[in-house]
C-alpha cells in the first residue's frame, strides 16, 4: 500500500480540501489493484492525482485558450519523428495520401474505414491555439480539422468504451526487441471535447509531414506528446493494458504523465 500511504502525504500537505474525495477513489483503487496486480498500471495512470484533481475540478467541456491571427509569429515547429520512413508510410505519401484510411475500431457498433475525402466533408471547426511541449517550448498554430466527436458519434461507441487510442503509421524508435510504433491514448471527456480534432489542416494549408500528415490529434488541453501524429486508426477500448507497455502511449511507456493536463 505505499501508493496509498504517499498519496495520502501528499494530499495531506497541499491539497486538504479536496483529500476527501480523493482519497475514496483511492480505496476502490486498491481494491481492484489488489485483485488483479496487472491492472494496476493503467489504474495508477488514469487515476492519478493530477487526472483525477483536474477532472474534478474542471468542467468537461472547459475550452483552452484561443488566439488570434496576429499571435501566430512562427511556423508550427515539428517535434519528435518528423519524416518517417516507414514502407507503408513513404507508400501513401507518393500515392498524395489518395490510398489512406482511418480506421475506426474496437468497441462501437459502426466500424468505419474513412478515406481523407470524407473526413474532409465532416463540418469541421478551426482554432488558434498554443501547443506546449514538455521539453518545455510552445507555439502558437492555427488548426483545421474533423471534431473527433462527430466520428466518433458516427461509429456508435459502446457505453462500456473508456478511452480513444490512437495508432500512428511511424516507427519512433528501433530497438533490438523490434519496432516501436508511437500511440497514444486519451479518456472520453476528452475524446468528445468540442476542441478535439483530427487536424488536417495547419495555417491555412494543408498538414505537412513533418507535423503528421495527413491525420494527427489536436488534444488542446494537454501536452504536446499526447497529440499524436500519422494517425491510422482509432480504437475505442476499456483497458490500455494491451497496447505498448501497458501505460496508454510511447513516452508514458517511458515514464511520462498519462494525463498531461496543462
Ligand atoms: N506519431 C507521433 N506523434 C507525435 C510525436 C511523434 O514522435 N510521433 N511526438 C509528439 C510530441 S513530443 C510533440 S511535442 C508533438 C509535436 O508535434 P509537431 O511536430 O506538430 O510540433 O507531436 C507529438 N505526437
Ligand atoms: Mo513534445
Known sequence: MTMKLSRRGFLTGSAV????????????????????????GILEGANSLTYRVQRLLMSP?????????????????PNGVTSPQDEHYLSLVSGGFSAYRLEVTGLVDNPLSLDLETIRAIPSR???????????????????????????????VKPQARFVVFHCLDTIE????GEVKYYESIDMIDARHPQTILAYGLNDAALPVENGAPLRVRVERQLGYKMAKYVRGIELVDDLTPFGLG??????????????GI
Open 247 to 260: 501505460k496508454g502511449g510511447y513516452w508514458e511507456d517511458r515514464g511520462y504523465e498519462w494525463y498531461a
Open 61 to 77: 467541456d472547459r475550452l483552452a485558450p484561443e488566439f488570434t491571427q496576429a499571435d501566430i509569429r512562427q511556423p508550427m515547429r
Open 174 to 177: 528501433r530497438s533490438l526487441s
Open 17 to 40: 480540501g479536496l483529500s476527501g474525495v480523493a482519497l475514496s477513489g483511492c480505496d476502490a483503487l486498491d481494491f481492484v489493484a489488489d485483485r488483479d496486480g496487472k491492472v494496476r
Open 126 to 156: 478551426t482554432q488558434i491555439t498554443r501547443h506546449d511541449c514538455v521539453e518545455g517550448w510552445s507555439c502558437i498554430a492555427k488548426w483545421t480539422g474533423a471534431p473527433l466527436r462527430a466520428i466518433l458519434d458516427e461509429a456508435r
